[in-house]
């Protein structure tokens, strides 16, 4: 660790002068990280990453643990893969907010992210991984590899549950990641103004996990590329579990014929929002009109009691729903059809979604579809502002479908974290937030003949919430499906 002697020119007034320097003490900023490699322990998602990947570097010029006979026999006893080190410190940096991987030349001397990699935190001595190493484990990947990546996340989803549940709800919604360089397939979004990558997240709504994130060129459609992935989701999970219930939540730019042709081929539920056309219009008509009669009447949204058809006067706003059976010109049967006819302020407000569930039509709306907000959109808000997964600046298409794993992996963690804080006051908190409260704690590191000693800040707020959340951890229990 360098020690700078150059003073930071502060100029403000003390009780006493006043002197400031980067110390050439052991510190870090990032003791917190020592909880995600508890939670590392409990899921081993870093390590099931890792065994996907194949090490076919010249082994007598390796320096950081990639050959299994190099590798520490504590870790080849517990089945720990040899580019276990290289793969956790990435995924580590990625959750501590560094992205990039030119972070890695600092941080490999950092105490804290020696000892989660498995190394001895002496001053000098075990440095970790550098930024070419890093950025050569990147683009080594394969397509091959690419593959059993995918795999893996699906079957540790279904390894965590405790057992087969009754009913599974998946969100599906694609994000866009802009892109300022010249990567492959980066191309221009009319919708977007930009040039981007459009990547598809398809999560669990309960749990928040991420099954499939798949990445996408630049000018794809919302479904473009999903039918291939849903048809080998849904054969994967019917193999674990025969009788389980699956319900597929989207908007309306996945209710595409082929994608609504499948679900009820292999009997998945689904719910997708639908674009209005001049014939949905005709048939919202009269609830249109009867919404802004009641809105003229009362100066509020229209609302729909819970029982009967017409709206009525009410203190609360709401809107008026009915359900249709609509058969598109691509599609082989007529389908249930939900209207939901608002009038506000500015127009009308009409929307419509297509399904096979005969939930009543508000409730149906109100009650399961919006819910996708907060568990779909709100994760892509999350792994885009908390994890960074919208950075993708390799040249590679396939190295960035690696990196967006890597943030997968990373968001996975920071559930379990999240899990281990339940009846705190982070209980919901953002993965930002966990990492400005949690993560970014500092440390003082030392190393002796018998231990290595962490010592945290005195009057660290979230004390408690620690030891709390670190006991929880230590019990040996994955916690995200518990």
């Not at 009780?15 to 400031?20: A, G, S, T, W």
């Not at 794809?220 to 080998?232: E, P, Y």
């Not at 339940?422 to 937030?433: E, N, P, Y």
């Not at 590191?445 to 231990?451: F, P, T």
């Amino acid at each position: 660790m360098k020690k700078s002697s150059e003073k930071l020119p502060f100029n403000f007034n003390t009780k006493k002068p006043l002197e400031v320097n980067f110390s050439g003490l052991d510190l870090s900023s990032d003791a917190g990280l020592l909880l995600v490699k508890q939670a590392e322990e409990n899921l081993k998602i870093g390590q099931g990453i890792s065994t996907c990947l194949e090490d076919d570097r010249e082994q007598h010029k390796v320096k950081h643990s990639l050959s299994w006979c190099a590798f520490p026999c504590a870790l080849r006893r517990r089945g720990v893969a040899p580019l276990f080190q290289l793969v956790s410190q990435r995924i580590y940096k990625i959750l501590a907010g560094y992205e990039d991987t030119n972070d890695s030349n600092d941080l490999r001397h950092d105490p804290i992210f020696k000892i989660i990699c498995d190394k001895i935190p002496k001053m000098g001595a075990e440095l970790l991984a550098s930024q070419p190493t890093i950025s050569r484990l990147e683009n080594r990947i394969t397509k091959q590899e690419i593959k059993r990546i995918r795999r893996f996340f699906v079957d540790k989803f279904l390894q965590n549950y405790p057992e087969a549940p009754e009913q599974i709800v998946l969100d599906i919604d694609g994000f866009d990641a802009f892109t300022h360089g010249h990567q492959q397939l980066s191309l221009f979004h009319g919708y977007y103004g930009h040039q981007i990558y459009f990547p598809v997240l398809i999560n669990e709504a309960k749990s928040g996990y991420p099954l499939i994130v798949q990445l996408r060129p630049g000018n794809s459609h919302a479904g473009k590329g999903v039918l291939g992935l849903l048809r080998w989701l849904f054969w994967r999970l019917r193999k674990a579990w025969p009788d389980v219930k699956i319900i597929l939540r989207g908007d309306g730019g996945f209710s595409l014929p082929e994608i609504i042709n499948l679900c009820e081929k292999k009997d998945i539920k689904y719910v997708f929002g639908f674009s209005s056309n001049a014939v949905l219009k005709r048939k919202i008509n009269y609830l249109l009109d009867l919404a802004r009669l009641q809105y003229f009447r009362t100066q509020k949204k229209a609302h729909r009691p819970r029982r009967g058809f017409l709206g009525v006067r009410t203190e609360q706003a709401a809107r008026l729903f009915d359900d249709v059976y609509y058969a598109a010109k691509s599609w082989e049967k007529p389908r249930r059809l939900v209207m939901k006819a608002e009038w506000l302020e500015k127009g009308g407000n009409p929307r419509f979604l297509v399904t096979n569930l005969e939930t009543e039509a508000q409730e149906l709306y109100d009650n399961f579809y919006v819910q996708r907000g907060a568990s779909s959109e709100h994760r892509i808000k999350e792994l885009k502002l908390g994890i960074n997964a919208d950075r993708l600046s390799c040249h590679k298409f396939i190295v960035n479908q690696f990196r967006l794993f890597l943030c997968q992996a990373a968001y996975i963690l920071m559930l379990e974290l999240r899990a281990s804080a339940k009846g705190t006051s982070l209980a919901i908190a953002q993965v930002s937030r966990l990492r400005e409260t949690i993560i970014k704690i500092a440390a003082k590191v030392s190393v002796s003949v018998r231990r290595t000693l962490v010592e945290l800040a005195a009057h660290c707020p979230f004390r408690d919430d620690i030891l709390f959340m670190v006991k929880r951890l230590s019990s040996g229990q994955q916690l995200t499906f518990s």
